[in-house]
């Protein structure tokens, strides 16, 4: 639940690689350390089984409440939209993304 100064999210990023999945696997697992210098408490890397170029990037984090009635706003930001552009151009088609909270009691 919601901590005093935050709120714990995750984000979910469901994308499809372009070529060889091992190479969008590397560069993902290489960033991994800037998830967590942005805050990311938690990061998982999951890779479809049976549809290896499928792939599943969670990344658990605590936003300050402000942040988070801001999300929208942020998701705008030119910064952000290049940062994501840049994702979007080395996969097939544009990454799914969408920000979970954990309800489990």
Known sequence: MAEAD???RL???KMRALGDPAQVLTLIRSAAPFYR???GTRVRL???VD?????????EYEASAAL???????ASDPMVRTFLQGWRAILAGAADMD???DVTE
């Open 68 to 74: 988070e009635l801001n999300r929208h706003k942020v």
């Open 51 to 59: 549809d290896p170029p499928q792939i599943v990037l969670e990344i």
């Open 11 to 13: 984000l979910q990023i």
């Open 99 to 101: 920000v979970y909270q």
């Open 37 to 39: 210098a942005l805050g």
């Open 6 to 8: 935050g709120v714990k």
């Open 46 to 48: 999951l890779q479809n």
